[in-house]
């Protein structure tokens, strides 16, 4: 038991990014979780919170300054062409399999390593190439990145890859806060005592992720299910189709979380948001109520500038002008 990190159980007005965490423990091939907010809103407290909830409570964390070969492993070429063998001196990623890879500002890290990390968040294998001779091994973690937007944005590209996204605010909850801070005050005084109080509800926690990932297999989508992804993503004005896959796979991991036994739309409504939140386009999205008719053409809407002050043509009436005469030419 490592008494200095919180219980993940005991965690405080955190509702949405605990229920965006758990699902990727549960399939963390959905490629990862990005969280956004301001300092002190618990975002790196909540990362290894949740890691000590895995098999083999494995927590990694990425530095800033990190190079390739750290990130991804190197590989020994002189004994490879000397013994015939490779020698592979693992990465982060090897070292986070089965855990928790966190990633502390993402959106300052270099383009090319959030590029691989989510490469290999989503695929769980990692490759490593080098002079003809190459390796792979599994690496499949749940991929935790946080940032400030204060401090820089990541590339729509990038942000497409993140799998659920969640956006933390400041809490101005008078009662909230006195919970929250009453919380972490009694884990600073007493933490084995106060681990103690939510030990039940921990190890409850670890065995819904264990029995959830063993389920996933056996939860199908239905016809329903599937109309309502499209929909809310084409509401979205998403790009491509990563968004309605991750929405099915995000939906039957709550699912297999609350041991349903089928995914319903009702699992998709509440995993929404964490998908479409990064990836939605805004000013974009059409109103439930003007959708088009079968048949009916609608009109293009490639941009904000384009729809601006857009309206249907209406019928009018045709009014005959007579005794129309030529202007005179102009007089020199």
Known sequence: MNE???PFAALVAQ?????????????????G????????TAKSTTARALAELLPDDQFVTLPLGASEEQLI???????????????????LLAKAHQGVLYVDEVNLLPNQLVDQLLDVASSGVNMIERDGISHRHEARFVLI????????????QLLDRFGLAVELQNCFDAEKRREIVKARLAFDMEPAAFRSRFAGQQEALAQRIRH??????NLEFDDAVHARVSELCIEARVDGLRADLVMLRAARALAALEEASAVDVEHVERVAESVLLHRRKEGHAPANDQRAEPGKEQRPQDSDEANFGYMPPEPVDIATVKNVRPLAAKKS
């Open 4 to 6: 200095t990190i919180f």
């Open 212 to 217: 959830a990932r063993a389920m996933l297999p």
């Open 145 to 156: 990145g946080t940032m400030n937007p204060e401090e820089g944005e990541l590339r729509p």
């Open 33 to 40: 979780v990005l969280v956004s907010g301001p300092r002190g």
């Open 73 to 91: 492993g190197t590989l020994d070429i002189e004994a490879a062409l000397r013994d015939g063998g490779v020698r592979f001196s693992p990465g």
């Open 15 to 31: 509702e949405p990014l605990q229920q965006a965490l758990l699902l990727a423990a549960v399939d963390p091939a959905l490629g």
